[in-house]
């Protein structure tokens, strides 16, 4: 299973997943990675190439420096740098975003994130 993120914002954003990943080593049963860099009208792979991984949700947040936001109702701490953390980790610069669920549907997903 691959996925990528797409932006289809006339602006750069910066994007983090959260997946389930049972017994991840520093506490939880999630993991959550970010920031991508995606110019307007790029995809990147976030995740790619795992066929075990059957995670059917999966948990997406994005920005923009102007501050539009891809969010929803799901509270996690991420930080503003670069990250690859298990759920229970954050740092004094931490701060809470609300992700969105979508429904990954095939081998090769592509979310994208547009207005």
């Known amino acids: 299973m691959s996925l990528r993120f797409r932006n289809s914002y006339h602006a750069t954003i910066w994007a983090m997943f959260e997946r389930y990943f049972p017994n991840c080593p520093d ?6 990675k970010g920031w991508w ?7 990147v792979v976030v995740y790619g190439d795992d066929p075990d991984d059957v995670n059917r949700f999966w948990y997406a947040y994005a920005h923009t420096s102007n501050g539009v ?3 929803g109702t799901f509270p996690e701490l991420v930080p503003v740098r670069r990250f690859e953390w298990c759920e229970k980790i954050s ?20 979310h994208t994130f547009r207005t």
Not at 27 to 32: A, E, F, I, T, V
Not at 37 to 43: A, H, K, S, Y
Request: net charge negative; charged share 30%.
């Open 27 to 32: 506490g939880g049963d999630w993991l959550k």
């Open 37 to 43: 860099r995606i110019e307007p009208g790029q995809e």
């Open 69 to 71: 936001e891809w969010a």
């Open 91 to 110: 740092d004094t610069q931490s701060r809470t975003i609300h992700m969105h669920q979508f429904e990954v549907t095939g081998s090769e997903h592509v």
